[in-house]
């Protein structure tokens, strides 16, 4: 069965802080798609990253990176210099197997940025 | 904008009654998905349509159903509602699957009461 687990239920930081949130994912398919996406507070959902499970080189978009490792089965988000329009729920997903269209979401993690 | 609409954006209605929720792709995504938000089953996904087929199948209840249109619109009908169905719908679209960039519409509110 696949599962995503995100440990962190909420994180606090003040601006300017770096903030790393972990997604450690289970499959037992050797081909798979990791995703992350941003819920603001106003409530709409951001789609930011997917990863194919071939591709384990990280990969940086500005102040936001991100850390596939396949040998721990986790896909870690950076947030570098945060910012307060950085507040939101971050949600890490997996999807694989017979359908690559089945997403299964993780629990989320609510990051709130203080000024 | 992502260019996703969805129609309407609240709904309150009683246990079991019954409600179509409607999600506008971007133009040229031929691919829609349905997920459901709730504060006890956190974020899910219900169901995808490709181009006017079902393509994939998530946790969708049996009372649920959906369907895209020729145009490809698609709409997700929820009946025999239950207190437990209050959520956040969210529809999204994308080109063909996940493999490209998948867009989400603002998200039906629906409560049951």
């Known amino acids: 069965a696949q599962k995503v687990t995100q440990a962190q239920t909420e994180i606090s930081v003040v601006e300017k802080e770096d903030v790393t949130l972990d997604c450690v994912y289970e499959?037992?398919?050797?081909?798979?798609?990791l995703f992350w996406y941003k819920q603001p507070p106003s409530g709409e959902l951001v789609f930011l990253i997917r990863r194919n499970s071939f591709d384990e080189q990280n990969e940086i978009s500005g102040r936001y990176s991100w850390n596939f490792q396949k040998s721990t089965s986790s896909f870690n988000f950076t947030i570098t210099a945060s910012q307060v329009v950085d507040s939101a729920v971050y949600f890490c997903?997996?999807?694989?197997?017979?359908?690559?269209?089945?997403?299964?979401f993780g629990p989320g993690t609510s990051l709130s940025v203080i000024p | 904008d992502s260019g996703v609409t969805q129609t309407p954006k609240h709904l309150i209605t009683a246990t079991g009654q019954r409600v179509t929720l409607r999600c506008s792709p971007r133009s040229g995504d031929l691919s829609v998905y349905w997920y459901q938000q709730s504060l006890d089953q956190g974020l899910q996904f219900l169901i995808q349509?490709?181009?006017?087929?079902?393509?994939a199948k998530g946790n969708i209840l049996e009372r649920f159903s959906a369907q895209q249109f020729p145009d490809l619109h698609s709409e997700l009908n929820l009946s025999s509602l239950e207190l437990g169905d209050s959520a956040l719908y969210f529809c999204?679209?994308?080109?063909?699957?996940?493999?490209?960039?998948?867009?989400f519409g603002p998200g039906t509110r629906l409560l049951v009461l």
């Open positions: 997903a997996l999807s694989g197997g017979t359908s690559y269209d089945k997403v299964i």
């Open positions: 499959t037992r398919d050797t081909t798979y798609y």
């Open positions: 999204a679209s994308s080109e063909r699957g996940l493999q490209e960039t998948q867009y």
């Open positions: 349509y490709y181009n006017g087929e079902e393509r």
